[in-house]
């Protein structure tokens, strides 16, 4: 089918399609998402209200048999930041959507009444339902009914409670090819769905495929580009080991929060690390691989059973494992697992919530290393909407205000993630210019910090992190505009042939001669209006600053400072 | 005794005392507040942490015997609003701290450890005690114990339970000459103390006074001034009726924000109104005239009893009768005498409190009217630091994003107080633009708009709002700085012997040749000062703004919206 723009507008319950406008042509995934946002949403709007827009976009390849293409972008206006917000996941539903023809699928005003909703998407366009059954209920049931309903090879995008009840964290999932979850998880973006009192979009993409321009070319590009990933050790060891992989590496480096961001090293870590979880997951028949999408290659999900050898959780990233493990001094992989159930459930982003409970523990509300207590509150008090589930449920901003907290790690309001950025300094000027507050996906400068993938630079000297940063931010606002998963970009910065391969595969797709130069043309204009955007909607390079803490107190073991001035984050827009 | 900046360093416990600097000469109150933060507090840094600084400042004129001369300014970065804050109070503290010879006192640092403290300011210099028996103790037990300790005449500064929480809504609470409380209510200021760990200041005045240049000059324009106060009709109406003169009028305007700002006319007004007020006071022996300082002639203040005729609450202002009634739908003001009592023990702003009780109320978490619920609240809630009252004691900002309610009506995060900007444009752009978020206080410009005082502009007009809005928020800045009452502005609006009378007095008091118009270029350098840190802190234009409702649901009975552009709205700056 010829790709179109699909919308749908929740203040009269209509919807319509329109063809693609010549300005948008060569835009997928968070490059369309991005300009949809700053062209149709008032920048000073209440992001909860009829003016903000959610909008879901298959990526440039998503639909094909390119590896690793399945991710969808959402965009909206941000409630957690008040920036624009780009989130993207896997799961199944951009590939439907793109094989539905839809390049974006853009959500718009905001119905009366307390009626929540429901969208069926087909091929014979888009039904607006109402829903009664599934309201209050978590996600999990949500795929559960919808399965039922209409069959277990739908794609689904749901809210659970936190999307209901508008709380800040609040995530949008999306089914994968188990009938498990992967999330659009941060900054908020399942209370704008909330907002518009959709509860879920179920998507049948049967009988649909995606044109090619050119299938030989496209055939040969994409063996190219599945060679190369899969070829790369970093791309191996994340389908060994997961995401997880990464505790024991950055305990190592130093540069593992702890404690509410107090130290740079757990003790713990090895209980909750990925060589850890590993030897669980193959002692209680779990699965080391996983994917998230048909076709992705590195499989860097699992499946993690209890010690019963039964189903706990999936998708079981590091930054989740993080942020209750060392962050909030939980040593205990299975309550990690219960808890990141509970959140996947609930429909709320385990990396801001998490962090909002190590704040609340530096608060005294809780103890460190009370696990049992966080998931009594995920239980009792976020997913019932409590006050103090609303407090925790709107993040670690929100919480540090709620109990006058001054160790607060946010950038615009929004948790900084697994690193710590004054031992990896290069993550600390992502965080710090994102155009999204704190996110490490960003400008993964881990990558080069670390893990010397495309080079190397020391994580703790000064030394060309701008550069580093800026030319990953580059990279990736394309690479999110092609529905390729981030970690194509191991292959990328290390194997020559990888991206040619990922330009060729774009050409093939829709019969054009793109450069390599092109697409990184195209990361800079997408990163250029996200920040027009913010600048129109009142922030300023005030905004692009670290909490205060992070320059006043050294970080053991290696007691460092983030040492950077304001001057010096600031040329990180010297494009 | 001669002028001297007191310091206080909390971080090592130590004091001293310097010269004024010839920069700060000439400047008192909000003046040398706004002038001291905007040079010493780094504009980015956590408003809780050690680098924000707290500073009280009486006015050019406290300690002599103008009339209306008591009120005490005090400064600092806002934990509410991030922007500079300067709230000025009345109580007895300003006349003390002048007669002592102190221009200003300057809070620094902020201790390790949970200890509680103290400030013992006389003659012989400032003493920093710990403070064990009256933390977590409220605000009438603070200046009874320290009557009990020291003696009945001391001057006391004081938080109670919502400063020691750090809760974004707290104030600091002046002793008046009878033992009750005046406050520097808004911005949260009693949070910042609170993070300085400082429970209370007394304040010893005995055996110093204020040296005058020029006595009889100063007698004669002394004279003169409390003339046109007392002659001025609005002024005896305050006497007569206390500020809450204004439900009547207000409602009569439309402009009286009801039900979570949903209407502009309240059906239960007269339940409420100052006339019926009155009538009430006189019936059960309470006294309908009350200073708040020595030497007020104006004496809006009251001593409302209960029924029994037993004391309930003083200094029941219009804006927190509004607040809690037409706001919140309370028509009851003995409930409405009892919250306020309430809240002046916790220390907790009236208006922020109550404007968050009706975004609380709109959430559904409670009914419109249930004053007893909204007392049982703060009492057992907000009073302990609930969950629920940190939320509510956190302001209307605060609650709105913790419900994801999307009416809520604040400026950089501060509520907006008791006059629709509808219904009375003039006053939507000092909400807009004021340098301290939403204040009523800052320019007043329902005086022109509503009580024709100084000419008269519709106010469902945009016609001629900024001009107004600016011209009084330079008066203001430079009254705020001469230790003024604010309602010496009827008379000064409308009398002209009533200003140059109060420059003379200025010049007589420091042996000066000021005239009207330096004392209005001093107005326009405070406004430049503030705004300048709020620029460096990461404000922009973006920030003066009204919330979207406001321009999206018309308001009754006139159905009016608000309609200024941005433009318009940012002329304002245009000097």
Known sequence: MSDRIF????????????????????????????????????????????????????????????????????????????????????????????????????????????????????????EIREETELAGKGNFAVVETVAERLGKHLGVITIGQAGEMLLLAANISVKDPEGKLRSHGRGGLGAVMGSKRLKFIAIDASGCSVDLADPDCFREASRAFAKALVENPISQALGKYGTNILVNIVNEAGALPTRNFQSGQFEDHEKISGETMHDMIRERGGRVKHNCHPGCVIQCSQVFNDRKGKYLTSGFEYESIWAMGADCCVADLDLIAEADHVMDDIGIDTIETSVAFGVAMEAGGLEFGDGKGMLRILKEDVAKGTPLGRIIGCGAGHTGRAFGVTRVPVVKNQAIPAYDPRSVKGIGITYATSTMGADHTIGYTIAT?????????????????????????????????TGMCIFVAFAGLDD????????????????????????????RRILMTERDFNLKAGFTSAH????????????????????FTGEEIDSFWDF
Chains 1, 2 share one sequence.
């Open 7 to 126: 919308r749908v507008n929740m203040t009269d319950l209509s919807t319509r399609t329109e063809d693609i406008p010549d300005r948008w042509a060569g835009l997928g995934g968070r490059g369309l998402t991005s300009h949809v946002v700053a062209e149709e949403v008032p920048p000073v709007c209440h992001p909860l209200g009829p003016d903000n827009r959610l909008v879901f976009a298959p990526g440039l390849l998503s639909g094909t048999a390119a590896a690793n293409s399945g991710r969808l972008s959402c965009g909206a206006k941000s409630p957690l930041t008040g920036t624009i917000k780009e989130s993207n996941a896997g799961g199944m539903a951009a590939q439907m959507l793109a094989r539905l023809g839809c390049r974006a699928l853009i959500i718009e005003g905001k119905p009366e009444g307390d009626t929540w909703y429901c969208l069926h998407f087909s091929r014979e366009g888009i």
């Open 449 to 481: 910090n670390l893990l010397n993938s495309g080079g190397h630079v020391d994580p703790l000297s000064k030394e060309g992190q701008v550069e580093l940063s800026r030319n990953l931010q580059i990279a990736t606002a394309a690479v999110d505009s």
């Open 496 to 523: 020559e042939k990888c991206l040619p391969a990922l330009v060729d595969m774009i050409n093939a797709r829709f019969g054009t001669a793109l450069t390599l130069d092109d697409v990184m043309g195209l990361g």
């Open 544 to 563: 692009d600053r670290l909490p205060e803490f992070f320059s006043k107190e050294p970080l053991p073991p290696h007691n460092a400072i983030w040492d």
